[in-house]
């Protein structure tokens, strides 16, 4: 598949999508639009060209001069296959300054940071469908619709996710070079839990299955500081966690405990949007009282009046003018389907505290 045009400009370094005849299809350059048609070898010194002809034939990896802006600089080449007769070239480049391998890394951290954002929007999409489909009470003419639906999202969403995923995959050894492997792993996962939502919604007929085990708390809140890091940094937000030094562990479903935080924090991230403080924060926590383990999510946005708390958990009441009203009613199902619940303390310009209480599970009693 090819990589979207919107991913190939956010790209730092030089991607190309060539056939097996070395024909260019697709550049990210600024004049990819001159390079469409040409051969990627006449980028190429001519000694090395019978060894990208080897590369092309082995799917590895390896170190070419390539002609960009008129000038030849050293890049590792990443090949990997896109389809029948059609390859992905990921072209890294290589600096004997140390200046300048920082800089390159900061901009690929940089750049993953992005593409973790997107990929948390278009996972969005996917969980909201999905909850729509399987918790609302759908009219029955929208359900006769499902399998087109169903297809559509597949296409969609699916699909770049697929790419996303591969690209991530070919970053990772970079990326373990400059110490950022735990992005690339955090990204995988969510890239993976995307797609298990998606197979549970193709297969809403089937009754669904929910497998638990010992969930470590502290694990999964450092894995959502890392995962809404970026958007928080985007929006000036100072995101802070503090972790019990009991370690909790719940038995339970952790992906469905991963989606009630993952709602919540992104309903703070919202939240702090119309905040009129100089400084925004949101600090998880994890605590241990009286045989429970609790996460407590805190912001100090706007904070909501009494009217809404009374409503927050009814269904399809929302405040949002795109929200679908359904968010904090499923979060509370999976919750109380833990045998805990969720307690919300909040005042108008006072800020937001979601606590959700868990029992601990016996791996905390040995």
Sequence with gaps: MVLTETLCEKLPFPYFLITDKYEILTASLDDHDHLSGRLFTDLLSSDEREFFTNLLNDKGNGVFNIKIEDDYNPHRVYLAAAEVN????????????????????????????????????????????????HEASLASDYMANVDQLAAGIAHEIRNPLTTVKGFIQLLKPYLFEIGKEQYADIALG???????????????????????????????????????????????????????????????????????????????????????????????????????????????GPGMAQETLDQLFTPFFTTKEKGTGIGLMVCKKIIEAHEGCILINSQPDAGTIFKIELPLSKTNAK
């Design 86 to 133: 059609r390859f992905h070239l990921f072209c890294f480049p290589l600096s004997i300054e140390d200046d300048e391998t920082k800089k390159t890394a900061a901009q690929l951290d940089k750049k993953l940071f992005q593409n973790n954002l997107q990929l948390m929007e278009k996972k969005k999409y996917i969980e909201r469908t999905a909850i729509e489909i």
């Design 190 to 300: 969510e890239i993976n839990r995307a797609n298990e939502i998606i197979y549970e919604f193709l297969n809403t007929a089937k009754p669904a299955k929910n497998i638990k085990t010992d969930i470590a708390i502290n694990k999964i809140i450092k894995e959502m500081a890392i995962l809404f890091d970026s958007e928080a940094r985007l929006q000036n937000i100072d995101l802070s966690i503090e972790l019990s030094n009991a370690d909790p562990y719940v038995a339970g479903d952790s992906k469905q405990i991963k989606q009630v935080l993952v709602n919540i924090i992104k309903n703070a991230l919202e939240a702090l949007q119309y905040n009129k403080r100089p400084q925004s924060c949101i600090q998880i926590k994890s605590e241990v009282k009286h045989s429970k383990s609790i996460i407590i999510v805190g912001d100090n």
